[in-house]
């Protein structure tokens, strides 16, 4: 009879375990990219954006997301269509419009069912039409399912944050949210990018401590801060200790040079750097590809990225990763950070991405591959794991 209850004892501890494993994992998020709005008119839209780059003289069109739509247009890249996209009788591409309530609450449900904790959105100003998706998460029923934090964009045509007070308020009104992804207790987390030494300097000379006494007067922490900047370890430790930032992440990860490489190449460069900063003695949030191949906007270059020339570097993509080997490889980097987790215990996963699907990074399910990406995922994060 002792025998047998310390078999049953044995088996219970064993598999309370094995679930406390699972459980116990670093949070894995995605970042969202929202130019999948569908059409709208052009009354009321900001106007052409100045957007130096190599052509001081180009102009960013204040509606990416017709611009992006183009690009998937060619039935070549039909397989990167997100699964609310909308077709002729003919098969051709009529609208990707992820701007309606019953899209968001369907993508809500397939983040859960892969696993996810949390969506990284790229801000914009509030009347930029790159914000209209956010709100329909944050007017979802299905909110409370998933968790959500900003990924403050520094530099580009369509999202200042050092620059532009009015973002600045506009990300203000939403760290109260009770799904804002918080940790240390209530310390509300913000990926930071797009940086460089000017920006840097705008973001030191104030704008960054008055952003963070307004996040504290509501009665929240310090910001928790992971920096994209795609940058060594070395240089790293230097810059987050002069910013008073936390931990490092990245965009995404990929060599502009590579010339049809294998997916497992740009998976391992990810991976490296990780490694490389964890070693360093940084908090890293490792960033997990799940492609790069910007061809379409190579054939159509888009407004706010003159310097391609129609047709130019054909050749520089990753090839496509099946859906286990991208899941094989966010789920090393899960397991990297539950061997090797944070100083500071904050240990968040981010995936590039969720919907950059004209760049070739994207879990969303689409109408060609269906959910084959979600279902390989979710077989690694919700499996117990020893």
Not at 21 to 34: F, H, K, M, N, T
Not at 79 to 104: A, C, H, W
Not at 138 to 157: G, R, T, Y
Request: charged share 25%; glycine share 6%.
């Amino acid at each position: 009879m002792f025998k047998h209850h310390i078999l049953a004892l044995f088996f219970l501890l064993f598999f309370l375990g094995f679930a406390v494993s699972a459980e116990d994992r670093p949070l894995v998020g995605a970042i969202r990219w929202d130019a999948w709005y569908g059409t709208i008119p052009d009354e009321g839209l900001r106007a052409a954006t100045s957007w130096p780059g190599a052509n001081p003289e180009s102009k960013a069109s204040p509606n990416p997301g017709a611009e992006a739509q183009r690009n998937l247009k060619p039935e070549r890249f039909e397989y990167r269509r997100p699964f609310f996209s909308t077709m002729d009788e003919k098969g051709n591409l009529v609208e990707i419009n992820g701007n309606r309530q019953e899209v968001m609450d369907q993508e809500i449900d397939y983040a859960v069912r892969a696993g996810l904790d949390f969506w990284a959105f790229t801000v914009y100003p509030e009347d930029c039409p790159l914000s209209l998706c956010f709100q329909k998460f944050i007017s979802s029923p299905k909110k409370d399912q998933m968790k959500f934090c900003f990924f403050l964009v520094c530099a580009s045509a369509y999202g200042r944050f050092a620059d532009d007070p009015e973002i600045r308020e506009y990300v203000l009104r939403y760290v109260t949210d009770p799904s804002y992804l918080k940790v240390q207790g209530n310390r509300p987390v913000f990926y930071v990018g797009f940086l460089r030494p000017e920006i840097d300097a705008k973001l030191k000379n104030g704008v960054w401590a008055e952003f963070c006494e307004k996040v504290q007067a509501k009665g929240l922490g310090k910001p928790y801060v992971v920096t994209d900047h795609g940058s060594s370890p070395e240089f790293l430790k230097n810059y987050v200790a002069e910013m008073g930032f936390d931990a490092v992440g990245r965009y995404c990860h990929a060599d502009g040079t590579a010339e049809n490489a294998p997916y497992a190449q740009l998976a391992e460069r990810a991976e490296a750097w990780a490694k490389a900063c964890n070693d360093a003695g940084l908090n890293v949030s490792p960033i997990c590809v799940t492609g790069w191949d910007r061809r379409p906007r190579f054939i159509s270059p888009t407004s706010w990225e003159l310097w391609h020339k129609p047709g130019e570097f054909l050749e520089r993509f990753y090839q496509s990763g099946t859906p286990e080997e991208i899941a094989d490889h966010i789920a090393r980097n899960v397991d990297f950070l539950r061997k090797s987790p944070n100083a500071d215990g904050v240990n968040l996963v981010l995936i590039y991405a969720w919907n950059e699907c004209d760049e070739g990074g994207w879990i969303i399910p689409t109408q060609i591959l269906g959910t084959a990406r979600i279902d390989a995922l979710s077989k690694k994060l919700k499996e117990p794991k020893n």
